[in-house]
Each structure stands twice: as C-alpha cells, then as structure tokens.
C-alpha cells in the first residue's frame, strides 16, 4: 500500500487520489531506476505537481534520497524539499553557493551530487518541478543535459537514480525532444473515476458531476476555480481569457487562420489536416498552453491517457484543447472578433 500524502486543494489539505497507474508506474521506476530524465509534460492544472510530492513520498519509501525543488513554489519552505538524510550536505551547498534561492535548479544539482559521493552507494532521486519556466525555456535542453550528466557521470557510484521534471511549457517539449537526453511523458487531466473522488470532496451545494466533467474534462485546477467562483463558468472564461491574452491571439490572426481556429474548435484534428496553413497557429496555441499534441495513447503516458476521441471535451486523435474551458475562451474570443470586440460577448 503506498502512502498517501496530503495536498492543498480548495484552501484545504486533501489526501492525494487516485491516478493509481501513475504510481504503479512510479513503483516500477523506483525498483529500476531512470537510465534518463523522464520530463513530464501536460495541460497546466492537470496534477504534476500534486504528483512529484506524491512521488517523493513514495520514493522514499523505497529508501531514496530524495531532493525535491519547485522554483514557483508560493511558500519559500516548498521551494527546497529534501529527505532528512541529506541535510547535511544541503546545509552545506546553501552556506557555500551566493543567493542559492535564486538558482535553486543548479544548486540542487550540486547537492545530489554531493549527496552521491557523501553517502555510500544510495539511492538518489531528483525531482524537479516546472523548472524550465524558472530558468527560462531557452535553457530548457542545458538543465536536462546537466541531469543526463548527473546520471551518466555521476561524481561517484549510487545505487540506483531516478530523476523526474515536470513541465506545462508547451515548448518545452519540441526543444527537450528534439535531443536524446530525456524521455518525455505525457500526463494527462485526471479519468472520470479520479476526478469524481476530488469533486466527492468539496463542501456545499454543487452542479451534477456530469456539468462540471463537461467543462473541467476533469482538470483539478479548473475544478477549484470553479468552486471558487461559486460555479459561474462565466468568470473563470473570462479569467482564463484574460490570462491566455486569447482575444489579442485572435485579433493577431490571419483570415485563413481565423478560420482553421473556428473548425478546431469542434475537431481540434484540423490542426494537423490543415497543418500547412495553421503551422503558425498550432505554435501559437501550444506556446500559450491552449492545445497539447497527444500523439500515440500507447506511448509514454503518465497515468491514464485521455480517450483516443471525446468530440464534447475537445480531444482528437492528434491534438486536445487542455480543458473545455481552454477552448471555451477561444470561441468567444473568435466570437467577440466576428462581433466587432462587442463586449457583451463576454458576459
Ligand atoms: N491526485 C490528486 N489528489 C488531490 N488533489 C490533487 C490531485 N491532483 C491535483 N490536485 C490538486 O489540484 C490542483 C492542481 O494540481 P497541481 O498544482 O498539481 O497541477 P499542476 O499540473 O502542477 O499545475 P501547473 O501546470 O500550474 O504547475 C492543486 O490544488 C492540487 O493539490
Ligand atoms: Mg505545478
């Protein structure tokens, strides 16, 4: 039985659920070890990082040490996470390195480094989460390239290491993957079952399950803002838009453009049929995190991929919308357009 940690959902500690393929998977990788860096990619809000403190606990149990360090953390305590063991040798980079908070990624290379030729053959597991935002995308390949490195040439021989990165830059992976240095996965918003766990868990008086599975397509975070915004649907469109600049992708589009975006926002497939001319579009729509390419669903999933084909959650075979609402405030984006910016397109 694996432990199961507690998470902040909703302004409250939940225990983590479900996604127990990923943590059978996570097991599997804990007995073997990672011969790369396995970076993780999928929709924002989707659950990695709920996943990567799960995943700590777990290797742990497996006798790893484990360095763990999310660089946007809110509170500066969940910036560095760290197994008791390592102390040490953390105290000890953080006492040598100048402002390590402010690069916390090479600093915890450093220490599992340290942490390699201090402790006698161990296990070690460097978890990292959303760092490429904090070291800039553009460096994206240098730090993964330095974990490869940590593994292939490692300062002094362990056991076994297992290095994890996750990311919801949609760049990342053409720049990641255009090298050998990393695995990539895809982690996708939680199953119907899962995601019923987490709404089983919010107080008061809620819309049927099958509403909210229609606009979050089971995004954990789409979920909270939705209870947050006391269920208006509206609001968090409009946040959404607001956050993505949807309505100045839109205004930024060419006609042929405009028109590829309006079909996919019924067959996000179009993306690829009309590759030739939406080759711009599709970058847009990635580099603002609005679609994901899903690629083979027997490949290198992280938990349950998403079905092959859900037309009412905007996934096709080769693209998906990251969440109903991602696609939501696109079409009243291209409908404000045809409507002359009317503002109450919005409302
Ligand atoms: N399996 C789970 N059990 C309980 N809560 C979860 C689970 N997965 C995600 N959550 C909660 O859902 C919210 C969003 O998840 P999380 O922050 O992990 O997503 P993320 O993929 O890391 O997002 P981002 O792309 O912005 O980094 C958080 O409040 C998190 O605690
Ligand atoms: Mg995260």
């Known amino acids: 039985m694996v432990r199961r940690v507690s998470t902040r959902f909703t302004g409250r500690e939940v225990e983590f659920v479900d996604r127990e393929t990923a943590l059978r998977q996570l097991d599997e ?71 390590p908070y402010s690069r916390i990624v090479d600093v915890a290379i450093n220490i599992a480094g340290k ?17 490429f935002q904090a070291v ?9 390239k330095a974990l490869l490195n940590l593994i292939e040439w490692p300062p002094a021989d362990y056991e076994k290491a297992v290095v994890l990165v996750t990311s919801s830059e949609g760049v990342t992976r053409e720049r990641v993957g255009r090298h050998n240095w990393a695995v990539m996965y895809v982690m996708w918003n939680m199953p119907r079952d899962g995601f019923q766990q987490l709404y089983d868990l919010l107080p008061g008086p809620r819309p049927p399950i099958g509403d909210v599975w229609g606009w979050t397509g089971g995004n954990p975070r789409v979920l909270e803002r939705l209870h947050e915004a006391g269920w208006n649907g509206g609001v968090v469109v409009r946040v959404l838009a607001g956050e993505k600049g949807v309505v100045e992708l839109v ?13 996919a926002l019924e067959d996000p497939d179009v993306l690829l049929g009309r590759y030739g001319e939406a080759a711009r579009l599709v970058g847009l729509l990635t580099e603002k995190n609005l679609i994901v390419r899903v690629w083979d669903r027997d490949l290198n ?35 404000a357009w045809s409507n002359k910016w009317d503002a109450s397109t919005w409302r």
């Open 115 to 131: 942490a390699m030729r201090s402790l006698p053959r161990p296990k070690i597991a460097v978890l990292m989460d959303d760092i």
């Open 136 to 144: 800039g995308t553009d460096k994206a390949e240098i730090y993964v």
């Open 29 to 99: 990788l804990a007995d073997r070890g990672t011969r790369f860096p396995l970076v993780i990619y999928g929709p924002e809000g989707c659950g990695k990082t709920a996943l990567l403190r799960q995943a700590r606990a777990l290797l742990e149990d497996h006798g790893y040490h484990v360095v763990y360090v999310n660089p946007l953390a809110e509170r500066m305590e969940e910036i560095l996470e760290y197994t008791p063991s390592v102390r040490g040798v953390v105290e000890e980079v953080l006492r040598l390195v100048p402002e």
């Open 301 to 335: 999933w992280v938990d349950t991929p998403p079905p092959e084909r859900d037309p009412a959650l905007g996934i096709g075979r080769h693209y998906a919308w990251q969440t109903p609402m991602h696609r939501e405030a696109v079409r009243r984006a291209l409908m």
């Open 251 to 263: 205004g930024g589009l060419s006609g042929v453009e405009r028109e590829v975006l309006l079909q």
